[in-house]
């Protein structure tokens, strides 16, 4: 059964930082683009990152851009968002994505390109 889990996610203060992984099981991703999206309420789910699977070249939503790193460690098949500077409208749940095709060098940077979804974690930034 493949299965992305995100972790990392919580209340934090406004400018502070988080780190989101997401460990993947059931298949290796270490061959695949991966991203990161969020969704807060009342809201439509909206690209954040996306890096492809060698790690070596990433790419940002303008709004994130600056503050929020994308990474991947495939020896231990997880991807990880580093956030920054967070703010109130970051509040979001954030769900790690993944797409199937193998050595694509295309981000996966809309809803329709991802084919595994992580259950999400809950990010909260307070003013």
């Known amino acids: 059964q493949v299965q992305l889990v995100e972790s990392g996610g919580g209340l934090v203060q406004a400018g502070g930082s988080l780190r989101l992984s997401c460990a993947a099981s059931?298949?290796?991703?270490?061959?695949?683009?991966m991203g990161w999206f969020r969704q807060a309420p009342g809201k439509e789910r909206e690209f954040v990152a996306s890096?492809?699977?060698?790690?070596?070249?990433?790419y940002y939503s303008d709004s994130m851009k600056g503050r929020f790193t994308i990474s991947r460690d495939n020896a231990k098949n997880t991807l990880y968002l580093q956030m920054g500077s967070l703010k109130p409208e970051d509040t979001a749940v954030y769900y790690c994505?993944?797409?199937?095709?193998?050595?694509?060098?295309?981000?996966?940077?809309?809803?329709?390109?991802?084919?595994?979804w992580g259950q999400g974690t809950q990010v909260t930034v307070s003013s």
């Open positions: 994505a993944a797409d199937r095709r193998a050595y694509s060098t295309s981000y996966i940077t809309t809803p329709e390109l991802v084919d595994f």
């Open positions: 890096i492809i699977w060698t790690g070596g070249s990433t």
């Open positions: 059931g298949r290796t991703f270490s061959r695949n683009a």
